[in-house]
């Protein structure tokens, strides 16, 4: 099975900040990568397909970008809204596999 | 309204069984990918199996591959997951997910798109 990995485990940020959020699998998996927000106690929302691709209704100041094992999620000025868990998921093969998630908290 | 609402979750003895299912009312649901995807307490998401459209491909992780099954009907616009021989690990929120297809230029790339609330189920004695 492909591993995730992703750092930071955590971050602590502002409102107005830029943070990126670094996903690395253990063999490469192309373009084949979204990223998935979650609020405390809610469903996983997606924000990202195709590493880069933003989902419908999702706000310009997310992004993403990379291939093969190295993939990174930037969002570029940090509203209060989008203090939540962060998780990367491979979509390239079977078992599909989550990243540990990163929680992006307010300092 | 587009919606997944799952339902079954429950607290069930170690070595019980338990069927979730998964209402897809508002979109055609024959026409997707479905998903499940648990999340133990305090832990992170893990992908649990999926189904094609027709019931005819199915996958599952390792970690439950032999003890669920997942299964649809299409007529009910509906997903199950079977859950035999739980296991105190098996204890999750789990969520039913719908799996698009998302094509750019001859390459098709799929993600989860629409998800459920949630059904907790918890394997304890």
């Known amino acids: 099975a492909i591993q995730m990995t992703q750092s930071p485990s955590s971050l602590s940020a502002s409102v107005g900040d830029s943070v990126t959020i670094t996903c690395r699998a253990s063999q490469g998996v192309r373009r084949d990568l979204g990223w998935y927000q979650q609020k405390a106690g809610k469903a996983p929302k997606l924000l990202i397909y195709?590493?880069?691709t933003l989902q419908s209704g999702v706000p310009s100041r997310f992004s993403g970008s990379g291939s093969g094992t190295d993939f990174t999620l930037t969002i570029s000025s940090l509203q209060p809204e989008d203090f939540a868990t962060y998780y990367c998921l491979q979509d390239y093969s079977y078992p599909r596999t989550f990243g540990p998630g990163t929680k992006v908290e307010v300092k | 309204e587009v919606q997944l609402v799952e339902s079954g979750g429950s607290l069930v003895q170690p070595g019980g069984s338990l069927r979730l299912s998964c209402a897809a009312p508002g979109f055609t649901f024959s026409n997707f990918w479905m998903t499940w995807v648990r999340q133990a307490p305090g832990k992170g998401l893990q992908w649990v199996a999926n189904i094609k459209q027709d019931g005819s491909e199915k996958y599952y992780a390792d970690s439950v591959k032999g003890r669920f099954t997942i299964s649809r009907d299409n007529a009910k616009n509906s997903l199950y997951l079977q859950m035999d021989s739980l296991r105190a690990e098996d204890t999750a929120v789990y969520y039913c997910?719908?799996?698009?297809?998302?094509?750019?230029?001859?390459?098709?790339?799929?993600?989860?798109?629409?998800w459920g609330q949630g059904t907790k189920v918890t394997v304890s004695s």
């Open positions: 997910a719908r799996d698009r297809d998302y094509y750019k230029s001859i390459i098709a790339y799929d993600a989860f798109d629409l």
């Open positions: 195709a590493a880069s």
